[in-house]
C-alpha cells in the first residue's frame, strides 16, 4: 500500500524534520523489540501470568497500563489478546 501526501498545510521543511525524526524512533523501536534480552522479558512475564492464572480466557481484551514501548501489550496480542494500552504519561497529563 502506497500513500502520496498531496497537500500539507505546515511549513514542509518542519514537516519533513519530524517525519524523519519519527522514522528514526521508529528504527529505534524495532531494534529495541527484537533484542535477545527484550523477548526474553516478555516470554518469562508472559510464563509468569499464565502460571498465575491472571489471564482471561484466549481472545479476550486486555489493558496494559503503563505500557512503555509495547512489549508486554506486543507478546500478549501475539498470544491472541486484544490488548489496550495506555502509557502513564497520558493518565498523569
Not at 9 to 21: G, I, T
Not at 25 to 31: A, C, G, H, L, Q
Request: glycine content about 6%.
Amino acid at each position: 500500500m502506497n500513500n502520496t501526501i498531496r497537500e500539507v498545510s505546515v511549513d514542509l521543511e518542519d514537516w519533513r524534520d519530524e517525519q524523519d525524526a519519527w522514522n528514526n524512533r521508529s528504527t529505534f523501536f524495532v531494534e529495541l523489540h527484537n533484542r535477545e534480552d527484550r523477548k526474553a522479558q516478555v516470554t518469562n512475564f508472559i510464563l509468569f501470568v499464565k502460571e498465575e492464572n491472571l489471564l482471561p480466557l484466549a481472545g479476550a481484551s486486555v489493558l496494559d497500563v503503563g505500557c512503555g514501548v509495547c512489549d508486554y501489550a506486543l507478546g500478549l496480542a501475539r498470544e491472541g489478546y486484544k490488548v489496550r494500552r495506555q502509557a502513564l504519561i497520558c493518565l498523569m497529563a
